[in-house]
């Protein structure tokens, strides 16, 4: 069974004791949240859809934590003017498990 759920405006495809990196929820470390906004339920023979959403439906899940991606360099530069400019990123991300998935599916 697996649902897809809506974190921040992005929709994320969430099974039962699986880890997903989401955009930083501003969590800490530890907390029990529940995703309220439920698109899709499947089981894989039926599939129970929201109109946008799924009424009653909900997906309990636990922070494990804040952490940082891979750093990314941007580097710009126009040719012949001596202009260059190097600087680095590192996105944020909440680590989160999926414990429950709340939602029946219609046969």
Excluded: W
Excluded at 93 to 102: D, S
Aim: hydrophobic share 35%; no cysteine; net charge positive.
């Amino acid at each position: 069974m697996y649902a897809i759920v809506d974190i921040n405006n992005k929709q994320y495809k969430v099974e039962e004791g699986r880890y997903i990196e989401v955009d930083l929820m501003g969590q800490e470390t530890g907390a029990k949240i529940t995703l309220d906004r439920v698109l899709m339920v499947t089981d894989g023979k039926s599939v129970n859809l929201g109109k946008p959403v799924i009424a009653g439906a909900s997906v309990s899940a636990e922070v494990l934590g804040n952490i940082k991606d891979k750093k990314v360099i941007v580097y710009k530069m126009r040719p012949k003017k001596g202009y260059r400019r190097k600087q680095g990123h590192r996105q944020n991300f909440t680590k989160i498990k999926i414990e429950k998935i709340n939602a029946s599916v219609k046969a």
